[in-house]
């Protein structure tokens, strides 16, 4: 009998995750986000090269995977920062692969990301928002914190809405 787990599961990034959150971000980017965005946007947001990226998150442990039968299949990062003696907490992202998506995993990184914030100090969760995920954003409290706007990802300009949620006690 295999050990490989038929149930997704949600787990730190360690090391040698690299090259799976990799590849779990970009075809989430490519199958999911292409679904709100425009093939000029995925063109170079969708298709970045391999990097070392993950492997400088990776020690922060505000890192996470969802495995599902030994492959990585979505990645939430949320990155803690002090400045003058406050603490910030910012969503660089939150990707899932069509093969969990629609399973509440989303949901539970989120939160997973929220309280992680929440437990540094911060006050304020912030994120930049793409298109198709603006609405689930919403449904945990953030807003929009300005106007649809567009960063340079990739040689791509994607839209995207930046956007906070206040964390209470």
């Not at 969503?91 to 539970?108: D, H, N, R, S």
């Amino acid at each position: 009998m295999s050990s490989v787990t038929s149930q997704p599961i949600i787990r730190k990034a360690f090391e040698g995750d690299e090259r799976g959150i990799h590849e779990a971000h970009m075809r989430s980017i490519r199958e999911i986000c292409s679904k709100a965005h425009s093939p000029e946007e995925i063109k170079g947001w969708g298709n970045r090269p391999f990097s070392n990226l993950w492997s400088q998150l990776i020690p922060s442990g505000t890192l996470w995977v969802i495995e599902l039968a030994e492959e990585i299949h979505g990645v939430g990062y949320v990155k803690i920062s002090e400045e003058s003696g406050n603490f910030n907490a910012h969503i660089f992202g939150l990707y899932l692969t069509p093969e969990v998506v629609g399973q509440g995993l989303g949901a539970k990184l989120m939160k997973l990301m929220i309280n992680t914030g929440r437990d540094a100090g911060a006050k304020l969760v912030t994120l930049d928002s793409s298109i198709n995920a603006h609405d689930f954003y919403k449904r945990f409290g953030f807003v929009d914190t300005g106007p649809l706007n567009f960063s340079e990802i990739g040689g791509s300009l994607v839209r995207g809405y930046p956007m906070a949620l206040k964390i209470t006690d």
